[in-house]
């Protein structure tokens, strides 16, 4: 079945940068887009951004522009979201989900806990 | 601050009807898709419904979602304890050119 992978949770200090995986089984790569969305404790849903796992193309919020990187190995069948400069707003829980640009996240991976803490 | 407004919470007994509301603007909502998701507690968001109306494989039909002008609906009927959970509604935002989230609002079964 189609599954979104991701890996374990993160502790990391102000400042420092974390990078979180995302593996995709179940379906062809390349052929769908994967958003990133983050959900601090108690609080709505946040668009990160997108990447296009075909061709490679990017797109972010412009409240993370500066500081989100997200990169993908097809070979791997996996996607990569690095966020740097860390600070302690970004604890989070951080989804990949499956989904074109404009349209429905239809898959979602279980989430990354990234704790930001000294 | 979310740039969709939902309700904050939403409750009813078994088996009655609960109607969620998400208000946006012809920048989002007016000129796109709405999709709306179900998060249980501790679990990831799950796909509810998608292209205003449309209900994945697998959704019953219990759960239902409309669109008019710059606000979008979810209907839940036959209300049970499983229900219990956050929703959310998303669409894209052509002028933040961003995908944007509603506020949430969170069912509870009385």
């Known amino acids: ?118 | 601050q979310s740039v969709l407004t939902q309700p904050p919470s939403v409750s009813a007994a078994p088996g009655q009807k609960v109607i969620i509301s998400c208000s946006g603007s012809s920048s989002n909502i007016g000129n796109n898709y709405v999709f709306w998701y179900q998060q249980l507690p501790g679990a990831a968001p799950k796909l509810l419904i998608y292209e205003n109306n449309k209900r994945p494989s697998g959704i019953p039909d219990r759960f239902s979602g409309s669109k008019s002008g710059t606000s979008a609906t979810l209907g839940i009927t036959g209300l049970q304890t499983g229900d219990e959970a956050d929703y959310y509604c998303g669409t894209w935002d052509s002028s933040l050119s961003a995908y944007v989230f509603g506020s949430g609002t969170q069912v509870t079964v009385l």
């Open chain 1, 1 to 118: 079945q189609v599954q979104l992978v991701q890996s374990g949770a993160e502790v990391q200090k102000p400042g420092a940068s974390v990078k979180v995986s995302c593996k995709a089984s179940g379906y062809t790569f390349t052929t769908y887009a994967l958003h990133w969305v983050r959900q601090a404790p108690g609080q709505s849903l946040e668009w990160m951004g997108w990447i296009n796992a075909g061709n490679g193309n990017t797109k972010f919020s412009q409240m993370f522009q500066d500081r989100v990187t997200i990169t993908r190995d097809t070979s791997a069948s996996t996607a990569y979201m690095e966020l740097s400069s860390l600070r302690s707003e970004d604890t989070a829980m951080y989804y990949c989900a499956r989904g074109n640009l404009r349209s429905q996240m239809d898959v979602w991976g279980k989430g990354t806990t990234v704790t930001v803490s000294s």
